[in-house]
């Protein structure tokens, strides 16, 4: 099973960025697939996460929702997080992870994760 994170980058407070992850190496509409972050001295934390059946209810945490939209995109075994009006509070390496089963926001409901990548939004 492998997860690649990318598009992290620089942007400024209220742009935008789109976050990919590429999947491989397990049935990719069996599993629940989240998007993670971690804040430096902070621990690391659920944002979104979406699952089959496709047309199901993507979760957001609270202070990403209305701004974050989480899709997938089965015929590339790819989950998107599309990331609009960025703040700075938002500053954090981002993570992709997946696993069998339900969304949860626990990080331990997750057995495959990808390496992150960084969004940093200057003020």
């Known amino acids: 099973v492998q997860l690649q994170a990318s598009g992290g980058g620089l942007v400024q407070a209220g742009g935008s960025l789109r976050l990919s992850c590429a999947t491989s190496g397990f049935s990719f509409d069996d599993y629940a697939i989240a998007w993670f972050r971690q804040i430096p001295g902070k621990v690391r934390e659920g944002i979104s996460c979406i699952t089959i059946p496709s047309n199901g209810v993507p979760w957001y945490e609270d202070s990403v929702k209305g701004r974050f939209t989480i899709s997938r995109e089965s015929d590339k075994n790819t989950v998107y997080l599309q990331m609009n009006t960025l703040e700075p509070e938002d500053t954090a390496v981002y993570y992709c992870?997946?696993?069998?089963?339900?969304?949860?926001?626990?990080?331990?409901?997750?057995?495959?994760w990808g390496k992150g990548t960084l969004v940093t939004v200057s003020s």
């Open positions: 992870a997946a696993d069998e089963g339900r969304c949860s926001f626990l990080r331990s409901a997750y057995r495959f």
